[in-house]
């Protein structure tokens, strides 16, 4: 299978980084072919404006989406977002690798989806859901906290997380047609012992080993709604 990993920590030498070497290493040695966008290697611009773009539909105001749409028409999206698009073109399983801040995706691979996940080309004209672009491909977060589980379920503080990744998992994911995957989760990254990591790293490679055989997140389909996208009675 061809795995896409979207790589967002600073610090190469971070759980988070060790979790992406780990993974390719893995992958590879077990036939799958993968490819990494590590964002802060690649200085990758999340600032999402005109530079989107190579052409202008209308050069005096600037509207994201019908640009967007425009630039699905005459092949006028940046290099630096082309060139990321053809990765989603190409994986099977795409993998976000990050640590949670502020309760979602660092702003480097926010800013990744803003740009990179455009009107016309990535959803538009009745492609989304079920009925998405990526629909038969997989997707699936790879995340570390400071917090513990605990802190993180109905009753924890911070609220049950699947709560907090909802946006991520099905307002990006699945809004553009992938199978969401649970998230695999290292709960207090930095304050657990080595060999806590290590195992860790034992249960990602079963969770990335056993992707095919893993049931995807169930979310209603787009059958299950009315003309006013309400769940039918
Ligand atoms: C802006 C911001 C917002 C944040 N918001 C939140 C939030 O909303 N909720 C929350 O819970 N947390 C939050 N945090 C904390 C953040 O999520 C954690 O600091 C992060 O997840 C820890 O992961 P890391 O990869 O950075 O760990 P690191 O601190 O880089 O790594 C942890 C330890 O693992 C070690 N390590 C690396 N590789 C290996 C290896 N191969 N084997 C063994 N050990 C290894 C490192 O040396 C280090 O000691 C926030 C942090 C920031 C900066």
Known sequence: MKFFIVHAHPEPNSFNGTLTRYAK???KTTGHEVIISDLYAMQFNPVSDQRNFTSQKDPNYFKQQVEEMYATVVDGFAPDIKAEMEKLDWCDVLIFQFPLWWFGLPGILKGWVDRVFAMGRIYGDGRFYDNGVFQGKKAMLSLTTSGPLTMYTEIGINGDIHTILYPINHGIFRFV?????????VWNASRIGDERRQAYLEEYKQRLLMINATPPIVYPTLADFDEDFQLKQ
């Open 177 to 185: 047609g992938f199978d969401v995957l649970p998230p695999f989760i």
């Open 25 to 27: 290493e893995v992958l």
